[in-house]
């Protein structure tokens, strides 16, 4: 079965190289079962594009990177309308993520779609980082979602390398395996969680997460059945120089932040 997504936003067949593209360029996006949104966490154009794109997209589900699974389960439709009662009820302000007002248009874009959490709780990836048995703590489906399967020596020293570089050359190299496989853990949930918000609502569903895990190399994209269509969509604030493992990205203006690398320092 196809899950449709309505001819008010889409996007032209994946090409083979990723393109730039703005939310203007959106057009038709037939046959489309899931799309992903990513985003850097703390740039709040990311979010308004997200928060336009979901509605016009009107999906039946949308599958948040931020909430747990059971957080996901406290939504109601009355909560929807209330900004304050709805980041209580989520513990928003203790979780870490950035400010709430840029996350909540996101929720509203879409009032009748049912909400999914695909985040691991910090014990779980702690457990990971750590050396903790995931392929166990994941359950029966571990192999569906490829965590049962070692990665390439290739792939592994090239994750091992990013993970360096993301947290600014400081990390102890004999923390990078468990970085990786934390990824992971993160990556086989939200997979496992699309595949269970288009079961249960037929689809179509959109994925708000950050840009890493929207990666068709590697992501949650490359552990979906090969039956489900999907289309990635990155956004950066500089515009790459090479090609990048997405269908297509969107350039943003920048973020005011500080310099992350001061907190390894």
Known sequence: MKHLIPAVLAFVAAPLL????????????????????????????????????VSALAPK??????????????ITRPLLDDADALAKTLNWAQSG???????????????NAQVYGAQVPREAVREAIMGGDVVAS????????????????????????EQFAAHCDALPREMLPGMVLGQRLRDATMAREISRALAETGGPVVVITGNGHARKDWGAPRLLDSSISQIS?????????????????????EATREDPCLAFQ
Not at 61 to 74: C, G, K, N, P, S
Not at 138 to 161: N, S
Not at 241 to 251: M, S, Y
């Open 233 to 253: 969509i990155a956004q950066f604030e500089v515009r790459p120089e090479t090609d990048r493992p997405f269908d297509h990205w969107i350039i943003t203006p």
């Open 18 to 53: 990723a393109e730039e593209f703005t939310l203007a360029d959106i057009a038709t996006l037939p046959a489309i079962d899931v799309v992903y949104l990513g985003e850097l966490h703390d740039n709040p154009w990311h979010h308004e594009n997200q928060s336009a794109a």
């Open 97 to 111: 993520w950035p400010d709430f007002a840029m996350y909540y248009p996101i929720f509203q874009a879409a009032p």
């Open 138 to 161: 994941f359950g029966a489906e571990v192999e569906e979602f490829g965590l049962a399967v070692p990665l390439t020596e290739d792939e592994q020293a090239q994750r091992e390398d």
């Open 61 to 74: 589900a949308i599958v948040f990177e931020m909430l747990t699974r059971e957080q996901a389960r406290l």
